[in-house]
């Protein structure tokens, strides 16, 4: 899988059973292939690999960087949100 033009999504979930351990992972996505990596309790882990693929992937979860707010306006293809990047204030 080439990563040039993938899509990089981070992941977490819980396992049920009694050790209620959790799973910290990411997806990389292109042309109907998928590709999962979890890392066991380990969310800085995970953290560091996203941030090492980010400047190579072209789609990243939007949500990761920035506060999505209302909706602009719409088109055919599109849906124009206002939003700012995490952590920066508006000035």
């Known amino acids: 899988m080439k990563i040039k033009n ?3 999504k981070k992941v977490k979930f ?3 059973d009694a050790e ?3 799973f910290y992972g990411f997806i ?3 042309k109907g292939e998928m590709h999962e990596f979890y890392f066991k ?3 800085k882990e995970r953290d560091t690999w996203v941030d090492v ?3 190579s992937v072209v789609l990243i979860d939007l949500k990761d960087d920035f ?3 209302e909706l602009l306006g719409r088109g055919n293809f599109a849906k124009v949100h206002k939003c700012s990047r995490k952590g920066v204030k508006d000035g």
């Open 41 to 43: 309790n380990d969310e």
């Open 53 to 55: 693929l980010k400047p």
């Open 28 to 30: 990389l996505m292109a």
């Open 6 to 8: 993938c899509r990089l």
């Open 67 to 69: 506060d999505i707010f």
């Open 14 to 16: 819980k396992n049920n």
């Open 20 to 22: 209620g351990l959790r």
